[in-house]
């Protein structure tokens, strides 16, 4: 599973582990019943049951169950528990399930990602091994614009917005020093100066890659925060990849978060 992102990036998931019902188990340990079941139950007297039961049996006779009243009132499963964990922030349960991401994003991505610290661990390619591939990150037009609002990070120093043209020179500019910068690292390398050296060249908009992996509870608190409408954009738009993909596996839980925000 993986989705490209910005010009050159991508998520893509590498590992899922525990469950939802693993959830319920860990939240359960005192009691010792374990994971009971997802609801709504009806009682074993139900009509509805009785009918369902000969209807997916094939009995000629029989209405169709959305024929037959229910004569009694489900009852919620498992789900309530995990509503109540998730409402009275009981969190440690979650930590009984996560995943792990493959991610490639340019440099400054990472190293907002990284402010995340426990319960994450991290593995990012290292330049001082391998040479980093020639893939710059170059803002379209629109993200220039998007960017040019009134917000203190988004202001010029004179407190102007970005017109179109200047945005525009931007944009070939970065692309012009980034071929400078890569030739200058090219032969950096071939003249012998340390894969280690030869990187100190490298701007924050080239891309790297890492593994990242963490509990459920620590994504949670990750998209609680890189979701937000004040997170940068470029850090944002892998938070809501990651936030589907989660979705996908912990249907419930990412429901329950969904709820809360």
């Known amino acids: 599973m993986r989705v490209s992102l910005l010009d050159h990036g991508y998520l893509e998931a590498v590992t899922f582990w525990g469950s939802e019902e693993e959830i319920i188990s860990a939240a359960r340990m005192s009691t010792g019943k374990g994971f009971l079941g997802w609801g709504p139950f009806h009682h074993e007297t139900c009509a509805y049951l009785h009918a369902l039961i000969a209807y997916m049996e094939g009995s000629s006779d029989v209405a169709s169950p959305d024929q037959v009243p229910c004569d009694c009132t489900p009852k919620p499963g498992d789900e309530k528990l995990l509503r109540y964990l998730w409402e009275n922030e009981h969190h440690t349960p979650f930590e009984m399930a996560g995943a792990t991401f493959e991610v490639q994003a340019p440099i400054f991505v990472f190293r907002e990602w990284m402010r995340h610290r426990v319960p994450f661990s991290y593995n990012e390619?290292?330049?001082?091994?391998?040479?980093?591939?020639?893939?710059?990150?170059?803002?379209?037009?629109?993200?220039?614009?998007?960017?040019?609002?009134?917000?203190?990070?988004?202001?010029?120093?004179?407190?102007?917005?970005?017109?179109?043209?200047?945005?525009?020179?931007?944009?070939?500019?970065?692309?012009?020093?980034?071929?400078?910068?890569?030739?200058?690292?090219?032969?950096?390398?071939?003249?012998?100066?340390?894969?280690?050296?030869?990187?100190?060249?490298?701007p924050v908009g080239r891309y790297s890659k890492m593994r990242v992996s963490s509990n459920l509870r620590g994504w949670l608190n990750f998209l609680k925060l890189r979701e937000a409408p004040n997170a940068q954009y470029e850090i944002r738009v892998y938070a809501e990849a990651l936030h589907k993909m989660l979705a996908e596996k912990f249907p419930r839980t990412l429901g329950l978060f969904e709820e809360g925000r």
């Open 125 to 202: 390619m290292s330049a001082r091994y391998t040479p980093l591939p020639d893939l710059n990150y170059v803002p379209s037009m629109e993200r220039l614009a998007l960017g040019s609002g009134s917000s203190k990070q988004n202001q010029s120093l004179g407190g102007k917005g970005l017109d179109r043209e200047a945005a525009k020179e931007f944009r070939e500019t970065l692309v012009a020093i980034n071929l400078v910068i890569e030739g200058i690292y090219q032969k950096a390398l071939r003249t012998g100066v340390p894969k280690e050296l030869a990187r100190l060249v490298l």
